[in-house]
Nanobody, 124 residues
Framework: EVQLVESGGGLVQAGGSLRLSCAASGFTFDDYAIGWFRQAPGKDREGVSC????????YYAESVKGRFTISSDSAKSTVYLQMNSLKPEDTAVYYC?????????????????WGQGTQVTVSS
């Protein structure tokens, strides 16, 4: 069974940091890209960052570039999202998902098998 399990969310003050984890199981980790998404109340889900496990190619949304860092550990089948300099507008439920590797990074629409999400709340 394919599973993606997010953890690491919490409540933090503006300017603080959190590290999210996405633990994968039930599939060949290196055959997929893993993406982080977030959804704030009343807003659409948006892609935040993704990483190709195979070759390490990374993408960041403009809103998080320079503040968030995505990384992966194939030995643990886990992808991390280090979030620094957090802002109140980063408050959302954060999800991870997978997409098959192809030529270049997948489109956001190609990601499936969503985890249950982890809440990140940034207070001002």
């Amino acid at each position: 069974e394919v599973q993606l399990v997010e953890s690491g969310g919490g409540l933090v003050q503006a300017g603080g940091s959190l590290r999210l984890s996405c633990a994968a199981s039930g599939f060949t980790f290196d055959d997929y890209a893993i993406g982080w998404f977030r959804q704030a109340p009343g807003k659409d889900r948006e892609g935040v960052s993704c990483i190709s496990i195979r070759d390490g190619t990374i993408y960041y949304a403009e809103s998080v570039k320079g503040r968030f860092t995505i990384s992966s550990d194939s030995a643990k089948s886990t992808v991390y999202l280090q979030m620094n300099s957090l802002k109140p507008e980063d408050t959302a439920v954060y999800y991870c998902a997978r997409a098959p590797e192809g030529v270049g990074l997948p489109l956001w629409a190609d990601f499936t098998s969503w985890g249950q999400g982890t809440q990140v709340t940034v207070s001002s």
